[in-house]
């Protein structure tokens, strides 16, 4: 479900470009927007190594992200001279340490149960991660595994019709068709990035920005 072999190949051949070495800061201003109390679980789905997870955690909050290549677990850990703690949790290979936790696995098989204790979804690099006919697939099932969390979500937007993805350009109008029906969603930024090393623009990109949104549960009406 996942093409799991070309993501397996991505990370075997080191070809991660999706990759920050950096703490996003769009995290770091917007994360306070979620209003969100100390200890509560974080969600990253497909997370990669990044260490985005390391500042939720060093903010207060526990985490658990997804990740489908063991490379990339594996890593994380490594390179963070982290000593996980490595168990079987469901149909997942869970590796956590101190309250940060990482499933080895593929995303379209997770549960309600295994995200039973979340209360916020942070994307950075999920949903620009998967193509047009996957993305409505990870919404659904984020939707039906993770109803209502508040989330925070980036996005990339750029002509798509120079270069392929991943990272794919999702713009603002395919935001609102996601995830209007179950979401308030507030685009709190748009920043044009044309000015930085980001690898699409090698590409031939002439224009390239980052959406910020935060997606808020609809109230239920009485």
Same mark, same amino acid.
């Given at each position: 479900?996942?093409?799991?072999?070309? /993501?397996?190949?991505?990370?075997?051949?080191?070809?991660?470009?999706?990759?920050?070495?950096?703490?996003?800061?769009?995290?770091?201003?917007?994360?306070?927007?979620?209003? @969100?109390?100390?200890?509560?679980?974080?969600?990253?789905? @497909?997370?990669?190594?990044?260490?985005?997870?390391?500042?939720?955690?060093?903010?207060?909050?526990?985490?658990?992200?997804?990740?489908?290549?063991?490379?990339?677990?594996?890593?994380?850990?490594?390179?963070?001279? %982290?000593?996980?703690?490595?168990?079987?949790?469901?149909?997942?290979?869970? /590796?956590?340490?101190?309250? @940060?936790?990482? +499933?080895?696995?593929?995303?379209?098989?997770? =549960?309600?149960?295994?995200?039973?204790?979340?209360?916020?979804?942070?994307?950075?690099?999920? %949903?620009?991660? %998967?193509?047009?006919?996957?993305? /409505?697939?990870?919404?659904?099932? @984020?939707?039906?595994?993770?109803?209502?969390?508040?989330?925070?979500?980036?996005?990339?937007?750029?002509?798509?019709?120079?270069? &392929?993805?991943?990272?794919?350009?999702?713009?603002?109008?395919?935001?609102?068709?996601?995830?209007?029906?179950?979401?308030?969603? =507030?685009? +709190?930024?748009?920043?044009?990035?044309?000015?930085?090393?980001?690898?699409?623009?090698?590409?031939?990109?002439?224009?390239?920005?980052?959406?910020?949104? /935060?997606?808020?549960?609809? &109230?239920?009406?009485?």
């Amino acid at each position: 479900m996942m093409r799991a072999r070309f /993501w397996h190949e991505r990370w075997q051949q080191n070809q991660i470009g999706f990759h920050q070495d950096e703490i996003n800061p769009y995290l770091q201003t917007y994360w306070p927007q979620l209003q @969100l109390s100390l200890g509560s679980k974080v969600f990253v789905p @497909l997370c990669g190594k990044t260490i985005d997870m390391l500042w939720l955690r060093s903010a207060g909050y526990e985490v658990l992200g997804i990740e489908l290549s063991p490379i990339a677990v594996r890593d994380f850990f490594t390179e963070h001279q %982290l000593e996980p703690k490595i168990s079987q949790y469901g149909a997942f290979e869970l /590796w956590e340490v101190d309250g @940060l936790g990482i +499933l080895l696995g593929d995303f379209f098989q997770l =549960t309600v149960a295994e995200l039973a204790t979340c209360q916020a979804v942070y994307d950075r690099a999920a %949903l620009i991660a %998967l193509p047009p006919d996957m993305r /409505w697939q990870y919404v659904a099932h @984020l939707q039906q595994i993770a109803p209502a969390k508040p989330t925070l979500l980036i996005t990339l937007e750029y002509d798509q019709s120079i270069t &392929s993805g991943p990272p794919f350009s999702v713009p603002a109008a395919e935001v609102q068709e996601y995830y209007a029906d179950q979401y308030q969603i =507030t685009q +709190l930024a748009q920043v044009d990035i044309s000015h930085t090393q980001h690898g699409i623009l090698a590409k031939g990109v002439k224009q390239l920005y980052e959406g910020i949104y /935060w997606l808020q549960a609809k &109230s239920v009406e009485v």
